[in-house]
């Protein structure tokens, strides 16, 4: 049996980026996912308050929490060898005008633009070298498979692998999207688990020679890539199937390419994930029981609030004082106590 400090279920960016930061502090850590795309592998990697703020009308709070949490992104990075592009991002839509005066209520860095705006404040990675970055990281070990159960003894927890292999900890993370609860998680945990609504986004690997950084409008984004550009997203509530729609597909292309003032370019694959989400938005980062904690359910916000969530959730293993922002992504404020 494998006995590691911290056991992981998951291996998408919040699974990844608390493994790697609990790793960073010196406890030895194993991650148990099944391997494959994931809705972090096929994201583009956007690590944006400001345009975020902007589409979500978000309060001053909130816009402040997102800005927080990518200023914790130059030091994560450096320590886990991730590359992070900070060329700021543009809109491009109606009412401009207002956006800029709006988002610089909430505190951005805005200018207009020609049909629209532009700001330096949201950045973005590449998200599959990201994972693989954060994967390396020294004292941090993934192992292929799928978690069968879990239980929990006086000193800690045990799980089984559909492989066979049995690992305890005294530690359990879970961070497995929207999926369902694992057997044998404590009941409050598994509601809270299964509480998490799925949320279903396709996008578009396009042959086209890239922006010089992110055009975002209000139903399309065009995000650079070094072959090309990915054109996303949807957001379908309540879909868990991993179908790609090749009409909206065709209906993102085409309104990405209008962005960039072309009619026609060689589209590549779909690439379709499944995120989770909870009623406020944000993602649930914490204790739920003894040894037992959450990291899952960022919506559209995984990247852009990884660092933060891995954070908060090696604080809490460690006993250490909490963040400020600790309380806002508590899994425990959706519980009659919390």
């Known amino acids: 049996m494998t006995s590691p400090d911290v056991i992981v279920v998951g291996a998408g960016v919040l699974g990844l980026c608390t493994a790697a930061e609990l790793a960073s502090r010196g406890r030895r850590v194993v991650v148990v996912d099944p391997g494959g795309p994931n809705a972090s592998s096929v994201a583009a990697g956007m690590l944006a308050p400001a345009l975020e703020s902007l589409l979500d009308r978000a309060t001053p709070e909130r816009a402040a ?3 927080r949490a990518r200023d914790l992104w130059p030091a994560f990075a450096a320590a886990h060898d991730i590359i992070v592009h900070r060329e700021g991002a ?8 207002g956006h800029v005066a ?20 949201d950045w973005r990675v590449e998200a599959k ?3 693989d970055s954060l994967a390396r990281t020294k004292g941090l070990e993934v192992l292929r498979a799928h978690v069968r159960g879990a239980d929990h003894s006086g000193t800690g927890w045990r799980i089984e692998t559909d492989g066979g292999e049995a690992l305890s900890a005294v530690d359990l993370v879970i961070s497995t ?6 057997p044998g998680l404590p009941e409050p945990a598994a509601r809270l688990i299964d509480s998490v609504q799925p949320i279903k986004g396709q996008l578009t690997y396009v042959r086209v020679d890239p922006p010089e ?6 139903n399309s984004y065009v995000a650079p890539t070094r072959q090309g550009v990915l054109i996303g997203a949807t957001m379908q509530a309540g879909l868990r199937d991993l179908e790609p729609d090749a009409a909206e597909a065709g209906r993102q292309v085409a309104e990405g390419l209008g962005m960039l003032g072309r009619t026609a370019a060689e589209a590549g694959d779909i690439r379709v994930g499944v995120r989770g989400s ?11 029981g003894p040894g037992l904690y959450l990291a899952l359910a960022p919506r559209r916000n995984g990247w852009l609030l990884g660092p933060m969530v891995g954070r908060i959730v090696a604080d809490e293993i460690e006993g250490a004082a909490r963040s400020p922002d600790a309380a806002a992504l508590d899994p425990l ?3 009659p106590a919390g």
């Open 90 to 97: 543009d809109w491009r839509g109606p009412g401009a005008s």
């Open 177 to 182: 999207g929207a999926a369902n609860s694992l």
């Open 213 to 218: 950084r992110v055009l975002r409008g209000p």
């Open 278 to 288: 909870v009623a406020d938005g944000l993602p649930m980062a914490g204790r739920v």
């Open 129 to 131: 070298a990201a994972l």
């Open 102 to 121: 709006d988002l610089r209520a909430l505190g951005f860095h805005v200018e207009p633009a020609d049909g629209g705006l532009t700001t330096p404040d």
């Open 65 to 67: 929490l997102l800005l």
């Open 333 to 335: 404020r959706f519980t």
